[in-house]
Every structure is written in structure tokens, then in C-alpha cells.
């Protein structure tokens, strides 16, 4: 069995959640080839060609996937994609922008954000906002399909010795153009992929509150995120929401400033391995899902974290 | 120019669904049913565009059992013009959704399609990408704006790095985020009026797809219970427990 998977990448390196998206792959199991569809992206490429497990890269370089429109990455994934017998892509904003166009140009089901590969054809993924797990079986000829990323332990990003093959087709849709992007710049590591996670919600009151979990989060190596609450009233932007329709994250240690502990949040962190809720409210349903709770006002527990670290 | 928007009935946002002890099915019996929250948005998307005078009609569409006249009702007492049921009892997964909004969208020829980026039950955030390359329109998923200027719309994309704008040609699918815009509620007067509008019904077999499911769900079950841990006393004992205890700081 032969699987494509569209790699998450800058065109400069590949993403981590390329790496869980190979570790899915493994377990459906079959050969293995990463599409990197972007401009310039050869060193992108080299990086792919090294992931364990991977044995052939494709490259489409062209102008036309420069910013990966979903409009022209799409009709590649589906010229190459038809030859396949699976194509994967991490549920990332780019994967979910993109390959359900694909699929439907393949005239095939997606399969949305598995968490287990159960057999050849069937998978387990959530819904209701992970309060139902659903088992699904696809008879479709090629299954698509998206990755949560956090259900899958990345493979190494080293050790691996792949093909490199340029692809020539050059598909531009010719309706839609890039016109520019704003990328939260930070030193922190990112959400989706640090082992410690610090959130605040709507508790925070306001954007300069927030200061406090920035510094408790650089002493603890931690990236920032927050609750819907706290996006919506402007006090940080809209890349740090995790839930439902946020971020799905699953770190070794998460923390809960000032977060009631809504379904939608919890089915962003619910699978983290630890769980630390702070808030004034004992009865708050946080508190229901975490592993340690501490009943306080964050104004003065926070501090007292920050400076017993 | 025209709009048509997508409205799906879906489980209220508030209820906590769980599934049947057999694992046949999710137990939806007397649960409170609802417009899927992004669906509100993109009607009031498409409303707000109207008052602006760039839209001059906007058609809600529902696909499902007869019930889904409730959710039409509901868009049309926020302003929509006209609804269009496509009823059947099947459920219709989102490839099939996707045809049979290509089919309304052949006979109504739209400028824009407004979807909510996701329903809050199948949580599958497929069906406006599936229309858009069905119909070979351009696509803004996950949109906080939305900018019709001439013959193109400019759209502020969501992304996981940050926000990303693309100017695409329309006619153009639009998919929306959460904070593209707040949803007024209905008034009453307005919830009256909606009784009035048109509402027309048709089938896939009128509409000519073939709506057979390519996924079948074999079981559903309730996700791994988490164990509520403990409260501790104070911020010493906290940092004692993550240090020995748990071993994650
Ligand atoms: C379709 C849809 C999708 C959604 N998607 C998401 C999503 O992806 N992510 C998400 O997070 N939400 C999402 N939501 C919103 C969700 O329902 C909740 O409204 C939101 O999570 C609440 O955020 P919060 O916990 O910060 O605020 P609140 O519920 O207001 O809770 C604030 C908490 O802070 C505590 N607090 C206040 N002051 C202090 C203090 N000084 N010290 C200690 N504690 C204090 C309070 O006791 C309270 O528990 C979604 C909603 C809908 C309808
Ligand atoms: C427990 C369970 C079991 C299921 N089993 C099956 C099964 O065995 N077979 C089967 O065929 N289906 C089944 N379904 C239904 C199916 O999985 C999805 O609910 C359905 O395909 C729609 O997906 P979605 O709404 O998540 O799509 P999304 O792509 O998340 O929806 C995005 C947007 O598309 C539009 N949209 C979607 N649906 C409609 C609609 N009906 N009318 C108007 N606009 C719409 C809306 O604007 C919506 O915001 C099951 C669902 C559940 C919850």
C-alpha cells in the first residue's frame, strides 16, 4: 500500500506535525512519500528526505504553490494523489484548508482529524467535541484523511535517507493570490508542540495581565495560550485559543489560569498528561478534569508560582 | 449580488452529548437542536453585506430531515430572503452536502457562498472546501473579514502562525470563523415576517446526487474518563507535587 502525505512546512524547514503525520502513516503502514508543494523550498525538501520512515519525497517548486493556496495545491494533490492509496495531512490550518478540496476533486470522503488507525479502512475520531469518540470506516478507494497530531508521538526528524523527485506540474487556478500574512512573532516554543502549556481565560481581565503567564512561562520553558474568553475580548490574538475550534494540545504539563473549563476548551487540552487548574471558584468544572487543583486567586498564586520557581 | 448560505441543524452548543449504551448512536432524544454557531455567523455575515448594499439577496439552504425548516425559519427572521430545504432522512455526509450545494448553486448561481468553517457535531470542517473545488470557485476558509471590493473579496484568514489575507475572484466560498462578526438575535417582529418568506423544498433524487454515505460508523463510545485529581492547599504544596509527585517541572 502506497501513502501520500502533503508535508506542513516554510518552504525553509519541516514541521513538526509532519512528523506525527509520518508516525500515523507507519501505523496504517505501506510505503511512504511526502509532497512538499512550495517556492524555494529545497532545503524543505532535504529536511523531508531525512524523516525516518520516509522513502521517497516528491518537490513541486513553483511559483504557484509559493504560499500553498489551497486552489493550486489541491490540483496537484489530486493529479499526484490518484495513484495512491492513502493521502494524510497533519489538521492543521493549511491540511484542512486544503485537503478536502483535494478530495473532493478525487470524488472521495475525508476521514477528519484521526486519533487511531484501528485497521486498513477504519479509524477512530472525535466528535462533539471529543465528548463521542466514533469508530468510521471509509469505502472509498483512496482514503484522505487528517491527522490530530497530538494522538501520534512524532517519528525522529532524523536517520531517514529518502528520494528526492522533482515534480514538473505546475497548477495555478488562477482565482486567488497571497496578498500577506501576520505571524505572531515569539521566542516561546510553540503551542501546539511544547511539553508545557500556560493558559490564561478570561479571569486574566486584560491583555497586560498576561505578563504574569508570559514570565511564569519562561521559567518553565512553556508556551502561552488562552480560552475563547480571552480572544474574544482582545486580550491576546487569536493563535493562542486552544479548544474545539482552536488549538488541540496535548502537553506533558498544563495549566489553567483563570478558566472555567467550558467543553469547548476542554476538548483542546483534555489529553494533556498533567493538568493544573488555578481559580477563585471551587466549583468551577476545571477543576472536574484536573489533576491538581488549586482553589486561589491567580492575582496572588500566580506571583507565588512565578517566584518559587 | 446574490448569497447563498449554508445553515445546518446541529445538537445546541450547550448540551453535552454522550452516546448510546449500545455505541450505535449519539442519544439525541428530546436534546435541544440549534443553528450551528458558525452558521449564525455567516448569516449575519451575509446580512451585514446586505445592509452595506453589496448584497441584494441572500438564500439560506438546509439539507435534512423536515425538521430543518426550524433552522431556515430561524435564518430568515435574521434576514434572509428566501430559504431552500433539501429534505431527506439520510444522513448526508459532507461530500454529498457539498453535491447537493453544487446543484442548488447551478440553478442559483450565487456571486458568494457563506458556511461555517465547522458543525459543532460532525466537527469535520470539510464541506465548504468540498464545494468550493466542486464548483471551481476560490476559497477563504476560517475568515475574521470579509471585504467584497468589485469583482473579488479580500478575506482575513485564521492560521495556526497568525492571520493570513487572500484577495480572491468571485464567485467565491467563504467559511467562517468565530470572530468574524457577533450574530444579532431575532426580534419578534422579524421572527413573524420569516413565517412569510419563501421556503422551498426539494430532494437529492430533484437535484439528481447521489447521496450514499462513503464512511459508515461503526461504533460510537464515550472518550477515556478523566480522574478529577486533588485540590491542594496552597501554591508551596502545588510546586511539591508537580516537582516529586507528578515529576513534570
Ligand atoms: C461554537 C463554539 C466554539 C467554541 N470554541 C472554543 C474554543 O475553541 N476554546 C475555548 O476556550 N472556548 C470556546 N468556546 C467558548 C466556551 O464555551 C467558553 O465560553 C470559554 O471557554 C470560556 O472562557 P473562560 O473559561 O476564560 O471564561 P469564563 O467561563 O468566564 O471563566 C473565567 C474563570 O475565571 C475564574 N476567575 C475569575 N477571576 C479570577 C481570579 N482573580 N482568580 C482566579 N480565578 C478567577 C472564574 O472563577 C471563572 O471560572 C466556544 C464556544 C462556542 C459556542
Ligand atoms: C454519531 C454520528 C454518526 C454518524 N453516522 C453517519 C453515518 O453512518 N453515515 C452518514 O452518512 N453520516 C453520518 N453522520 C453524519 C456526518 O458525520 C456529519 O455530521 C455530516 O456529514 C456533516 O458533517 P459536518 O457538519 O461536520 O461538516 P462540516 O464540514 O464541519 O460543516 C461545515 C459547514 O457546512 C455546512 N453544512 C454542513 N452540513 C449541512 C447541512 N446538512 N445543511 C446545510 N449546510 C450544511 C454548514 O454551513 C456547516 O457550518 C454521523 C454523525 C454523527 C454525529
Known amino acids: 500500500m502506497s501513502i501520500l502525505i502533503l508535508a506542513e512546512h516554510d518552504n525553509a524547514s519541516i514541521k513538526g506535525a509532519t512528523l506525527n503525520t509520518v508516525a500515523a502513516a507507519k501505523a496504517i503502514g505501506g510505503d511512504i512519500t511526502v509532497l512538499v508543494a512550495g517556492e524555494a523550498c529545497g532545503a524543505a525538501a532535504e529536511a523531508a528526505a531525512k524523516i525516518e520512515g520516509v522513502s521517497k519525497v516528491l518537490v513541486a517548486d513553483n511559483a504557484a504553490y509559493g504560499h500553498q493556496l489551497a486552489e493550486n495545491v489541491s490540483l496537484l494533490v489530486a493529479e499526484l494523489g490518484k495513484d495512491y492509496a492513502y493521502i494524510l495531512a497533519p489538521a492543521t490550518t493549511n491540511g484542512k484548508n486544503t485537503l478536502p478540496r483535494a478530495a473532493a476533486l478525487l470524488d472521495v470522503a475525508q476521514i477528519s482529524e484521526i486519533i487511531s488507525v484501528e485497521s486498513a479502512d477504519t479509524f477512530k475520531r472525535p466528535i462533539y467535541a471529543g465528548n463521542v469518540i466514533a469508530t468510521v470506516q471509509s469505502s472509498d478507494a483512496i482514503k484522505v484523511i487528517t491527522v490530530r497530531t497530538t494522538a501520534f508521538d512524532a517519528v525522529a526528524a532524523e536517520g531517514g535517507s529518502a528520494s528526492v523527485e522533482a515534480v514538473a506540474s505546475a497548477h495555478d487556478a488562477g482565482n486567488s493570490s497571497y496578498v500577506r500574512e501576520e505571524v505572531a512573532k515569539s521566542d516561546r516554543p510553540e503551542l501546539t508542540a511544547a511539553s508545557i502549556v500556560v493558559s490564561g481565560g478570561r479571569g486574566m481581565q486584560n491583555g497586560d495581565n498576561f505578563a504574569m503567564l508570559y514570565s511564569l512561562a519562561d521559567k518553565l520553558g512553556a508556551a502561552v495560550g488562552a480560552s475563547r474568553a480571552a480572544v474574544d475580548a482582545g486580550f491576546v490574538p487569536n493563535d493562542m485559543q486552544v479548544g474545539q475550534t482552536g488549538k488541540i494540545v496535548a502537553p506533558g504539563l498544563y495549566i489553567a489560569v483563570g478558566i472555567s473549563g467550558a467543553i469547548q476548551h476542554l476538548a483542546g487540552m483534555k489529553d494533556s498528561k498533567v493538568i493544573v487548574a488555578i481559580n477563585k471558584d471551587e466549583d468551577a468544572p476545571i477543576f472536574q478534569v484536573a489533576d491538581y487543583g488549586l482553589v486561589a486567586d491567580l492575582f496572588d498564586a500566580v506571583p507565588e508560582l512565578d517566584s518559587s520557581l | ?249
Open chain 2, 1 to 249: 449580488m446574490k448569497v447563498l448560505v449554508a445553515v445546518k441543524r446541529v445538537v445546541d452548543y450547550n448540551v453535552k452529548v454522550r452516546p448510546k449504551s449500545d455505541g450505535t448512536g449519539v442519544d439525541l432524544n428530546n436534546v435541544k437542536m440549534a443553528i450551528n454557531p458558525f452558521c449564525e455567523i455567516a448569516i449575519e455575515e451575509a446580512v451585514r453585506l446586505k445592509e452595506k448594499g453589496v448584497v441584494t439577496e441572500i438564500v439560506a439552504v438546509s439539507i435534512g430531515a423536515k425538521v430543518c425548516q426550524e433552522q431556515i425559519r430561524t435564518a430568515l427572521a435574521l434576514g434572509a430572503d428566501r430559504g431552500i430545504l433539501v429534505e431527506t432522512d439520510v444522513e448526508v455526509q459532507p461530500l454529498a452536502i457539498a453535491k447537493l450545494l453544487k446543484a442548488v448553486v447551478d440553478k442559483e448561481e450565487p456571486k458568494m457562498v457563506i458556511l461555517g468553517k465547522q458543525a459543532i457535531d460532525g466537527d469535520n470542517n470539510q464541506t465548504g472546501q468540498m464545494l468550493a473545488a466542486l464548483t471551481g470557485m476560490s476559497q477563504g476558509t476560517f475568515a475574521s473579514e470579509v471585504v467584497v471590493e468589485g469583482d473579488t473579496v479580500t478575506v482575513t484568514r485564521e492560521v495556526d502562525s497568525g492571520s493570513q489575507v487572500v484577495k480572491l475572484n468571485l464567485p467565491a466560498v467563504v467559511t467562517t470563523d468565530l470572530r468574524l462578526n457577533e450574530p444579532r438575535y431575532a426580534s419578534l417582529p422579524n421572527i413573524m415576517k420569516a413565517k412569510k418568506k419563501p421556503l422551498d423544498t426539494m430532494t437529492p433524487e430533484d437535484l439528481g446526487v447521489d447521496v450514499t454515505p462513503r464512511v459508515t460508523t461503526l461504533k460510537v463510545e464515550p472518550p477515556a474518563e478523566r480522574q478529577a485529581g486533588i485540590k491542594v492547599a496552597d501554591v508551596a504544596e502545588l510546586v511539591d507535587k508537580l516537582k516529586n509527585e507528578a515529576k513534570v517541572i
